[in-house]
């Protein structure tokens, strides 16, 4: 079964320097998401990206997050100046787009800042 | 906007025994989905179970099934016959349905621990 993959699946960095995290979705789905889990804590939505542009975005996705699709199989987020509470496991999920349908998530990255 | 409630931080059961875990929503949308996820120790995000709003019909599968009360907007999950396997943290979630590729509304999460 096709599956979603992220890397790193641990990344430690020091407090504002910038990370790229990567996430290589299903190859037919259409839409891309990443959500953030702060251990202890629920899933919360980032942001969703459809047709080479954000489609939706939370309240947590600021101006110190972007993404991207540089290619036809990667999705990235990235994350400049980081702080310490951006501490916390980030998931990558993409989907067909067909509400019917469940958003397939992958492994996730830990995200470490020092 | 929507919002997802598990009241249960915590549940335990024995193996082979049945347990029920609880979600409650709340949405002014008719058209939605809702499902179950479940988040064992090495953190993957799993799909246990999903089901339409539109549908009476409550989802089943394997040994898990939905009680779906649309009226009281709640959504639980049983499991039955528990296994060691099952115990994990689980997070129902909300979707909405009228826009293609709408953000899933989490709950809190509800750990389960499954006793031998």
């Known amino acids: 079964e096709p599956e979603v993959t992220q890397t790193p699946s641990h990344q430690v960095t020091q407090m504002g320097q910038e990370v790229i995290l990567r996430c290589v979705p299903i190859?037919?789905?259409?839409?891309f998401y990443w959500y953030r889990q702060i251990l202890g804590q629920k899933v919360e939505f980032l942001v969703s990206?459809?047709?080479?542009?954000?489609?939706?975005k939370s309240e947590i996705f600021d101006d110190q997050f972007s993404v991207e699709r540089p290619d036809g199989s990667n999705f990235t987020l990235k994350i400049r100046s980081t702080k310490l509470e951006d501490s916390a496991m980030y998931f990558c999920a993409s989907s067909d787009g067909r509400n019917n349908q469940p958003q397939h998530f992958g492994d996730g990255t830990r995200l470490s800042i020092l | 906007a929507q919002t997802v409630t598990q009241s249960q931080p915590e549940m335990s059961v024995q193996e082979a025994e049945t347990v029920t875990l609880s979600c409650t929503y709340d949405t002014s949308e008719s058209d939605y989905y809702l499902f179950w996820y479940k988040q064992p120790p090495s953190r993957q995000m799993i799909l246990v179970i999903r089901?339409?709003?539109?549908?009476?019909q409550n989802a089943t599968e394997n040994r898990f099934s939905v009680n779906f009360q649309k009226a009281a907007k709640s959504f639980s999950l049983k499991i039955s016959d528990s296994q060691l396997g099952d115990a994990a943290m689980y997070f129902c979630?909300?979707?909405?349905?009228?826009?293609?590729?709408?953000?899933?509304?989490f709950g809190e999460g509800t750990q389960l621990t499954v006793n031998p």
């Open positions: 979630a909300y979707q909405a349905g009228e826009t293609s590729g709408s953000r899933l509304t």
């Open positions: 089901q339409e709003a539109y549908k009476q």
């Open positions: 190859s037919n789905h259409l839409y």
């Open positions: 990206f459809y047709n080479n542009e954000i489609s939706e």
